[in-house]
């Protein structure tokens, strides 16, 4: 084992020793110091297990969606400028499908599968902290390829992006609906083949089957409907308007249903699904 992997390991025990050493109580006793003294040693354990790897993540994460803008940028001649700024929105949130359902999902599901969570259910921790933990590792994982694709789209197509406070939560609010919709999908998939097969197939539908870069009017009806079931529809809605600079009441119907899916599915998999048994 070389050195990095060893400090790894090493900042990864002393985090969960720490976790541990928690006094046990149930979690409604528990005040806020101690959630949060909680939530910022299971967070170190996220960090211990990514650090050596994340800027490979992140630059195959930005791989695909720049692959796809540019093959974009050689297909359509002369788009408008509407269309423009829905191809870069699209691809802006094409990295949060990628590692916040895609990576996060298949990241859970082969940590149930390898009973790691078997060790999480002897530590005295709520199950609250315990998935914000993972939703907050795919908001670190996927913010970077976020920015990365904002800064590429606007030079490879010249768009006039209008830099305002409002991308800062329709961001945020993105990133966590699509991580706490690929935490659904990794708790409660039987095993890590079929969240596999899931998340690839959820990638490619939600990337070219649903308006994150076309327009909704452009679908048949049976999949304009479907769409609104994705936290993804939202997300490519809320950002093409405030990235021209427009902040409508869509806009904020757009926040309000991202946070939506972040509250019911972490309260989905808080009541039904036992982590501790697993």
């Known amino acids: 084992m070389n050195i990095n992997s060893e400090a790894a390991a090493s900042e990864q025990h002393t985090a969960v020793a720490a976790v541990s050493a928690l006094i046990p109580q149930p979690a409604a006793r528990k005040g806020i110091r101690s959630l949060g003294t909680e939530l910022y040693y299971l967070l170190r354990i996220q960090y211990a297990e990514v650090r050596e790897t994340w800027i490979w993540v992140v630059l195959l994460a ?19 400028p509407d269309v423009m700024m829905r191809i870069v929105s699209g691809n802006i949130i094409f ?4 590692m916040s359902i895609n990576g996060l999902g ?20 709520s199950k609250i902290n315990f998935l914000l933990a993972f939703i907050i590792r795919g908001f670190l994982m996927t913010l970077p390829s976020v920015i990365i694709m904002t800064v590429v789209g606007h030079f490879v197509f010249h768009v006039d992006i209008h830099l305002n406070l409002g991308l800062i939560p329709i961001v945020l609010l993105a990133i966590s609906g699509s991580a706490g919709f690929g935490t659904l999908i990794g708790f409660l998939t039987p095993n890590q083949d079929m969240t596999t097969m899931i998340t690839n197939l959820l990638m490619v539908f939600l990337n070219f089957l649903t308006p994150v ?30 990235l ?10 757009d926040m309000l249903a991202l946070l ?8 989905i998999v ?4 036992d982590w501790r048994l697993e």
């Open 62 to 80: 930005s791989l695909f969606p720049f692959s796809t803008l540019l093959f974009m940028k050689f297909f359509l001649e002369s788009p408008s």
């Open 95 to 98: 990295p949060i499908i990628i």
């Open 106 to 125: 298949n990241h859970i599901s082969w940590s149930k599968q390898q009973g790691h969570f078997t060790f999480y259910a002897s530590l005295p921790i």
């Open 213 to 242: 870069m076309i327009d909704i009017h452009q679908l048949p009806s049976v999949l304009q409907v479907v769409s609104y079931f994705f936290p993804t529809t939202y997300a490519a809605d809320g950002l093409k308007h405030l």
């Open 244 to 253: 021209q600079g427009v902040w409508s009441s869509s806009v904020t119907i």
């Open 260 to 267: 939506a899916f972040t509250c019911l599915s972490v309260w």
């Open 270 to 273: 808080v009541k039904k699904m």
